[in-house]
């Protein structure tokens, strides 16, 4: 789906030749699919995402452990029920599954995994930007709950043109993507990685605001969460790119607050600075005396050729605490209580560049 013609070179033939060899580049390939027009614009679309299954604190496995009473020994039994989804949202039944797999049952090491997939699915065809903008929405929401670089791993597609009937039920195949789109690559989170928040603290209600809040913020959202694709570039290009989201996000707050986008884009980066550091309060540890001022020095150092240097490692910091700032605004904008339990816990990481 969506080819676009490549280089190619003729082998046979003259003016018209019959046959030659070239490449196309194609936006979507489906693996094992009957026909491609059928997923021009898919029904459903399931992704793996780095980390989901331990934010949602989902899985297809149970494990119970039994001690003897005696104490000379444990019984382990690891089974492979059948869970229920979990709805996450109404748009296109955005949800959450689980299915377990093992391997090595003929050996002396047998390994269960279970997979979580993010899945979308309606009646009717929908646009493959439609399924996209959601499952890019998720994985932005764990990238900013974890502050790590979390992808993609796999995608599945599925077409109702191509159901099947089998044993008189009626099946929905599900088949491998190919695409250079979604920037996939393998797992990198651990059971020793934290989340700032995970799926208990905000639920469904969470996932929608997040969902409305990365569109209605999407100026200041998303050159927060592109910060975690910088890896090795310079402390300017950072702060930079982080200067960029603190204005529109700060910007936007301003106009949700009943300012007028006349008065909110008048205001300064330090005031703009200020009125998120009085809606984010407690949430944050650093001391926030001077930091609008110290945080727009260090901004309009970089961005304006003549305005005072600032010290590497003190854009650094206040690079740091930026980002602290951001992702507790974003917390508490998503449901975490200011003073809850959860936030006092977990304050050192929620605030960690």
């Not at 094992?32 to 029904?43: D, E, W």
């Not at 969470?206 to 999407?218: D, F, I, N, P, S």
Request: proline share 3%.
């Amino acid at each position: 789906m969506g080819c676009r013609s490549g280089p190619s070179t003729q082998r046979f033939g003259s003016k018209s030749p019959d046959a030659g060899v070239g490449m196309i580049r194609a936006s979507f390939a489906i693996e094992g699919a009957g026909l491609a027009k059928h997923y021009v614009k898919p029904n459903g679309l399931r992704s793996e995402i780095d980390g989901l299954a331990y934010w949602l604190g989902y899985s297809a496995l149970r494990s119970t452990v039994t001690f003897k009473k005696d104490g000379s020994g444990r019984a382990m039994t690891t089974s492979a029920t059948p869970v229920d989804d979990m709805e996450l949202g109404r748009a296109l039944n955005l949800r959450a599954m689980a299915r377990a797999t093992s391997s090595g049952q003929q050996t002396l090491e047998v390994t269960y995994r279970s997979l979580v997939f993010l899945q979308t699915f309606a009646e009717a065809p929908r646009e493959w930007s439609d399924h996209l903008t959601l499952h890019f929405g998720v994985r932005d929401l764990l990238r900013i709950a974890a502050w790590k670089p979390l992808n993609f791993q796999s995608h599945e597609a599925a077409s109702t043109k191509e159901t099947f009937t089998l044993s008189g039920v009626e099946r929905q195949p599900w088949y491998a993507v190919r695409t250079a789109m979604t920037s996939m690559s393998k797992a990198t989170w651990t059971v020793n990685d934290r989340f700032l928040f995970n799926y208990a603290d905000i639920g469904r209600v969470g996932v929608g605001r997040w969902l409305k809040l990365a569109k209605q913020y999407t100026r200041g959202i998303d050159p927060l969460v592109r910060l975690l694709d910088l890896a090795g570039a310079t402390v300017d290009a950072h702060m930079m790119q982080l200067g960029i989201a603190m204005e529109a996000v700060g910007y936007q707050a301003l106009i949700d607050s009943g300012r007028s986008p006349a008065s909110a884009n008048s205001t300064s980066v330090k005031s703009r600075v200020e009125f998120l550091l009085v809606e984010t309060g407690s949430a944050v540890t650093f001391n926030t005396t001077n930091f609008a001022q110290d945080f727009a020095d260090s901004y309009n150092s970089v961005k304006h050729a003549n305005r005072a240097p600032v010290a590497p490692a003190t854009k650094a910091e206040h690079y740091q605490q930026g980002v602290q700032l951001l992702r507790a605004w974003i917390a508490l904008r998503l449901g975490l209580k200011r003073r809850s339990s959860e936030i006092a816990g977990k304050r050192a990481h929620i605030l960690g560049a």
